[in-house]
């Protein structure tokens, strides 16, 4: 299994042998049952799939606090299924509707809590799914457990899994993820808030306006791990928007399907509200091994380094000369020779190997500074607009 794991990589595989897909509507909230207004999309046409269905909690009646008071459970109408093989025939359902269409190489995410959770998974593999990952997402501020007879629960579950196990080029942003996360690889188990505060949208009366709005930070976490900008990411359960409100933020296009107007309504007056990122905050993360190839004898065809011009090591005790031809000429002792910036940074430290781009050093009116920020330099100039 192929993955693209550094963002944008113009290398990495987006099909497969099947033909691309028809183009989706972008930007757009359709209101409807989501099985039914998935079969309008076209075949292969969605890069990511975020989906919150319902959970199935099988509340039996109010839900007390040790005062009498009642909690603000999940108890609406579309929570609720007669047992559980019409739930598995509704969850059956929708993933076979979101398979279709999802591009080859694009992921699903599905979250839940222990209802639902182990029969979703089960599902998606009986489906032809492959499992990838599966996220814990640790609530720092979880409801109590208000009779005192289990745990309090305080996580639930992602799954992230690729449409297909031979599934080739999916997004995976692992180098800007350990990047974004101090130089460690970032885990699956993730401490974020629930929605609480502003982020919360209210009703006419105050009242949490949905029940289950999960929090931004989560959604712009799933989004930035999993896929690049310009992608098409689809929630086939769409609430009160937050998927498509980080989507537009962070660059990326978006399809919410939501059965209910005042909901769908809400979220797009949302979504409507929100600004997008800057661009070069956004812009995928690129390695030096990824980033476009520079010569060294570039810098001096661009003037950004002369010949003649002196190099030094990162103390300035060694020194080598840049010769026109992009190469450099070092002597010391009895160590005499001519070639490139990495050949001659070993033969200076005595070692196999060099990268000659971070060893060698230019002084200027910047102080002394590596010759890999000239370069780039020039790589800037190359980066699409």
């Given at each position: 299994m192929d993955v693209a794991r550094i963002g944008a990589p113009k290398r990495a595989?987006?099909?497969?042998?099947?033909?691309?897909g028809?183009?989706?509507p972008l930007d757009h909230v359709m209101v409807g049952d989501c099985i039914a207004e998935l079969e309008k999309l076209p075949a292969r046409s969605v890069d990511l799939v975020f989906a919150d269905p319902p959970y199935n909690l099988q509340l039996a009646g109010d839900l007390k606090r040790p005062d009498d008071s009642k909690v603000d459970a999940v108890d609406d109408d579309w929570d609720k299924f007669s047992s559980f093989a019409a739930y598995d025939a509704f969850t059956r359902a929708w993933l076979m509707a979101?398979?279709?269409v999802m591009k080859p190489a694009a992921t699903l995410w599905v979250i839940g809590s222990y209802h639902n959770i182990f029969r979703v998974g089960a599902i998606l593999q009986d489906l032809g799914f492959w499992v990838l990952n599966d996220v814990v997402w640790r609530k720092v501020n979880p409801m109590p457990n208000f009779r005192g007879r289990r745990f309090t629960n305080a996580h639930e579950t992602l799954i992230w899994a690729a449409r297909e196990a031979d599934a080739r080029g999916y997004t995976f942003n692992y180098e800007a993820l350990k990047a974004g996360n101090d130089d460690v690889q970032m885990r699956?188990?993730?401490?974020?808030p629930l929605c609480t505060g502003e982020e919360r949208l209210k009703d006419g009366s105050g009242r949490k306006l949905h029940p289950t709005q999960k929090p931004q930070a989560l959604l712009a976490r799933v989004i930035l791990s999993s896929s690049r900008p310009g992608d098409l990411v689809l929630d086939p359960f769409f609430g009160t928007g937050t998927t498509g409100a980080m989507a537009k933020r962070?660059?990326?296009h978006f399809?919410?399907?939501e059965r209910d107007p005042t909901y769908a309504a809400r979220a797009r007056a949302r979504i409507g509200a929100v600004e997008p990122l800057p661009a070069p905050s956004i812009a995928p993360f690129v390695t030096a091994r990824e980033a476009p190839r520079v010569p060294f004898m570039t810098l001096i065809e661009r003037g950004l380094l002369n010949a003649g011009a002196m190099l030094t090591d990162t103390k300035g005790r060694v020194h080598a000369l840049v010769r026109a031809d992009g190469t450099l000429a070092f002597e010391n002792g009895k160590n005499a020779a001519v070639g490139s910036i990495h050949r001659i940074g070993a033969l200076a430290q005595g070692l196999e190997a060099c990268n000659g781009w971070t060893y060698w050093h230019i002084e200027d009116a910047a102080g002394r500074?590596?010759?890999?920020?000239l370069r780039a330099q020039i790589r800037a100039e190359m980066a699409p607009c």
């Open positions: 595989p987006r099909s497969s042998r099947e033909p691309a028809a183009i989706a979101c398979r279709r699956s188990d993730w401490m974020i962070l660059g990326r399809i919410g399907i500074r590596p010759i890999d920020a």
